[in-house]
């Protein structure tokens, strides 16, 4: 009798060890920021022929368009973990709100035609965060996203 009730009480610790909520937690990552998806009013093969520009709170970067289902390269101060086109012309970016995000932080995406110095396409908006926690309630980590598409 004594054997069975030292495994009993071996496995109930150890199967909440680690958890959250009903049972143990994913490793599933995530950061904070604003998720843009952009509908460019021009053919995603003149992209890598425009400038792509980023801010978050005043904190931009910048570069020249990739080619159609190709990575953009940014530089600067704002943090883009992600910045892609489709070859429908669709413009994805993951800008990073780093580690105090606020509902109201401002992002604005700007790309600039190509050959010139118009504006094809501007956002510039205000954001309202929710909150995310991929691996379920209880499981870190909590991350604050917002989405914008034009």
């Known amino acids: ?16 060890i680690g958890g959250c909520g009903d049972g143990p937690c994913t490793r599933i990552g995530c950061n904070s920021g604003a998720k843009v998806t952009i509908k460019l009013p021009f053919p995603a093969s003149d992209l890598p ?35 892609h086109i489709n070859a429908q ?10 580690e105090n995000p606020q509902d109201g932080d401002r992002y ?20 309202t965060y929710t909150r995310s926690q991929p691996n379920g309630p209880g499981c870190p980590p909590i991350c604050f996203i917002a989405s914008i598409t034009n």
């Not at 009798?1 to 909440?16: A, C, D, E, H, K």
């Open 49 to 83: 022929r425009t400038t792509i520009t980023v801010c978050h709170n005043g904190k931009c970067s910048s570069g020249v368009g990739p080619e159609p289902d190709r990575m953009c390269q940014l530089q600067g101060e704002a943090r883009v973990g992600f910045c």
């Open 108 to 127: 604005v995406v700007t790309v600039t035609q190509p050959g010139s110095s118009v504006i094809a396409v501007a956002v510039d908006q205000p954001v």
């Open 1 to 16: 009798m004594r054997s069975t009730w030292f495994g009993i009480l071996l496995v109930v610790p150890l199967t909440t």
């Open 89 to 98: 012309s669709e413009l994805a970016l993951h800008i990073a709100a780093g």
